[in-house]
């Protein structure tokens, strides 16, 4: 299993406009927004592997957390009463933990068939064959798909692939697993903005964050872009959703001390999106005007010429529309 420092100790403050961007308070107060569901349609699980996940759950050592993937369910789809001629297929859904000495209250989900594990299996095994000599990864079958020894089997191969890429730099930090992680909600999300429903894809963009801040360093790439991504779509509409400012102070706080020189482009735009926002809220405008004011000294034009959502779209062009 990964393992990592913990970045603070979470603090149940919350936040208000004095605290610092990057102060433990705004870190907690906006990880613990509660995470909703884009889809609450139930689905009857074919197999279910513990009724209580805490009963299988193992406490890390004090002041150390362990990312910890586990499927404990999966069903068939498509569901019962859609179109009896399309292919019937295994969902498995997988639960990806930041455990401690306590169990992850915030774990973000996802689903994933047969075909995605191997697909992701095949890419790393063509480009990093070395780190995956000693893996086994479950075949095909022609039959028993739906079995549930079958599933069960496969859920454990699963997890362990995947927590073997977490442990592996290079597995880790591939496009492939990132593609895994968040290929399929990330796309759905960013076809709901181009249709305006952002009530639709926030709570999609939300999980991917969780995701992600799970998986990579608080700071990463994939984390950082996520998070504006996720601020743009609670800014867009004239009114601004109700989880955009602890959003906006979460992500004011990862550029704080931003090493990434090819995210900085974003930086300049989200500080006028977050201006404007606390225009809209009535609050303090000053230390981000100060901020501006202060970029602009030292020669850098912070003229606002490109949205958030635009600035996104140059580093990683989706369907959304800029």
Partial sequence: MAKRLLPHEPSVDAPNPEDEPDSPAIEAAALAIAPQAADQTPQ??????????GKRFKPVAEGSTELRFEILMAHIM???????????????????????????????????????FRELYQSLKRSHP??????????KVLMGNFSSELIGERSEAFEAFLAHVAEQTKLRDSNAFLRFLQHEELTKACQFLDERRHEMAIPMLENCFRLLNKVYMNRSRPVVLILCRLVAACTVSPVPHHAAERWALLALGRFETLCDIDLLPLYIPLLHT?????????????????????????????ANTTSLMQAIHKIDPRTETI
Wanted: contains cysteine.
């Fill in 44 to 53: 009857k699980a074919l197999w279910e592997r513990f009724n209580n996940p």
């Fill in 78 to 116: 498509p569901r019962e009463g859609d179109d009896p001629k399309i292919k019937r297929y295994v969902v498995y859904e997988l639960t990806v933990r930041q455990d401690s000495n306590e169990m992850d209250a915030q774990p973000a989900k996802i689903e994933r068939r047969y075909t995605d």
């Fill in 130 to 139: 070395n780190e995956l000599n000693n893996l086994t990864f479950p075949n």
């Fill in 274 to 302: 977050c201006a404007h926002l606390w225009w809209q809220r009535g609050q303090d405008q000053k230390p981000i005007t100060d901020r501006l004011t202060d970029m602009s000294k030292q020669g850098i034009n912070i």
